[in-house]
């Protein structure tokens, strides 16, 4: 026979640290939404990550389309770095969060379509626009074809990034 007795008063005193621990996560979700912005970045880096399910915030092997139309220097989404350098970390006491405040950078991470449009020099100044031919022209505006802009998921999350998350909480609510 085995006999099991719970201490009530103690189990209630127990059970209230773990709630309390459970309704702060502050200090953990920091945690979890650096290592987010440092997988993001790794994305960029490895040239995608993906697992091919649009709906997915998992990560998988699958590399980014190469930039064809493009004979500039970097790697896909790597040209001036002003992508990869707009992804910031933000927490709460209950999320953790990684984001980029570009307002392009939705339409590389899921793809789609640029309608035509016109494009004006700022300032006075000129546009450069170079030809497949590689003759240079400047002008003041020009009319931009509309473009299909291809899918090139870099704000997914990994599979180790999902398990270095639950590992952090578990350690916060288990703290003493």
Known sequence: MINCKIDEKQAKIVLSGIKSRGENLTMSMKDIANNLKNSVTQNFEEGGRWSGDPKSLIGGS?????????????????????????????????????????????????????????????????????????????????N???????????????PEDIEYAKEVILEHIKKD
Do not use: C, D
Request: proline residues 7%; without cysteine.
């Open 62 to 142: 699958k590399k980014w389309e190469p930039n064809h139309y493009k004979k500039k220097k970097g790697t896909v989404l790597i040209t001036t770095h002003n992508l990869q350098n707009s992804i910031f970390p933000k927490s709460t006491k209950n999320e953790a969060i990684v984001y980029s405040g570009l307002n392009y950078a939705t339409i590389h991470n899921f793809g789609g379509t640029i309608p035509a449009h016109k494009i004006t020099a700022r300032n006075g100044k000129a546009l450069k626009i170079t030809l497949p031919s590689g003759q240079i022209l400047f002008r003041k505006s020009a």
């Open 144 to 158: 931009m074809p509309e473009k299909n802009i291809p899918a090139r998921p870099f704000m997914v999350a990994q």
